[in-house]
């Protein structure tokens, strides 16, 4: 199987938002990840509900939400009737994962669960019949722009070895460009996050094609 591609709008250029859209459509991109931060669980604020809605009315595209929030299971409903096709929340949040997990299922979503870089990937094993993807963090989350953490290809590996035989796919995130997709994809990444190194592209279409086909 290919590699899949979701382009992170946190990079992307607010103002033109809808043109940025229809970009990352034309470069072929896959998803698009939209990154839900709260000044609490991570020391940084993004974008809610109302931009959600507007770019779900926008794109025909699969809409990837990665909350980095805590208490995740508040906001489900409001994040699936926004749009969201996966919702993603993080294991280190304040939340029961399975009731948030059922919940993310009940409002029709694939269910994601992410861990920072410094939680063990077997604090996965409890929730792996449930879910669709592991979102492995590459960088500590917060912030685009940030160096891929080199010591976090292990864990991907490991991840993968971990879920062998299952229909679960790894998604790896932060510091993903030309030069580090190759660790992630060959430890194991299925879906490749890229923020600011899609959106900084004066041709995003064979950035996308490069990251598409590393083997
Ligand atoms: C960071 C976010 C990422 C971020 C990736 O907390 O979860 O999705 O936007 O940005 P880059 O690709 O610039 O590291
Ligand atoms: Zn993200």
Wanted: with cysteine; glycine share 8%; charged share 20%.
């Amino acid at each position: 199987m290919n590699t899949k591609i979701a382009a992170s709008l946190l990079s992307a250029d607010m103002l033109h938002l809808g043109d940025e859209l229809e970009r990352v459509k034309q470069a072929g991109v896959d998803w698009i990840h939209y990154d839900v931060m709260d000044g609490w669980f991570v020391p940084n604020l993004s974008f809610g509900l109302p931009e959600l809605q507007a770019i779900s009315k926008g794109t025909d595209m699969f809409i990837d939400v990665h909350l980095m929030i805590n208490n995740p299971a508040l906001y489900i409903r409001n994040f699936a009737k926004s749009g969201a096709n996966l919702i993603t929340f993080h294991l280190e949040s304040l939340t029961d994962p399975f009731t948030t997990i059922q919940t993310i299922r009940e409002y029709g979503c694939q269910v994601g669960i992410s861990v920072k870089p410094r939680t063990p990937a077997k604090a996965l094993l409890p929730f792996l019949d449930d879910i669709d993807v592991i979102l492995v963090m590459t960088v500590e989350p917060g912030f685009g722009g940030q160096s891929y953490m080199h010591e976090m290809t292990a864990k991907i590996s490991e991840i993968r070895n971990m879920i062998q035989g299952r229909n679960i796919k790894i998604e790896v995130d932060g510091g993903v460009d030309n030069t580090t997709a190759p660790e992630a994809v060959s430890a194991g990444a299925d879906i490749l996050v890229s923020g600011s190194y899609l959106f900084k592209q004066k041709e995003m279409q064979r950035a996308v094609e490069k990251l598409r086909n590393i083997k």
